[in-house]
């Protein structure tokens, strides 16, 4: 049984900073934890960034040169550096996971930033 789990959210003013973590546990050696999306209040989820297995990343354009996406294999952990937080980053973050075609979602850690 694989399980990820996110931790790190919470309120932050604006202007701070946040360390999300997302970690696998269970039958997940060979999982390949990649994405982190956040669903912001009465809005859709959308990604937010992205890790591939050689080391590149990928941002959405409004988190670019704020949000950092990082990984540790050996501790089959995601991480997501988020600095100079707005307003706007106010969602729940999830990360997400596969193996194969079988996706993988953690349930989400509430990150809200306060003018």
Known sequence: QVQLVESGG??????GSLRLSCAASGSA??????????????????????????????????????FTISKNNTK????LQMNSLKPEDTAVYSCRAFYGT????GQGTQVTVSS
């Not at 919470?10 to 202007?15: D, E, K």
């Not at 079988?102 to 979602?105: A, G, L, R």
């Open 76 to 79: 089959n952990t995601m991480y």
């Open 10 to 15: 919470g309120l932050v003013q604006a202007g």
């Open 29 to 66: 050696f060979r999982l390949n934890i990649n994405k982190w999306y956040r669903t912001p209040p009465g809005k859709q989820r959308e990604l937010v960034a992205l890790i591939s297995s050689d080391g590149s990343t990928n941002y959405a354009d409004s988190v670019k040169g704020r």
């Open 102 to 105: 079988t996706v993988y979602w």
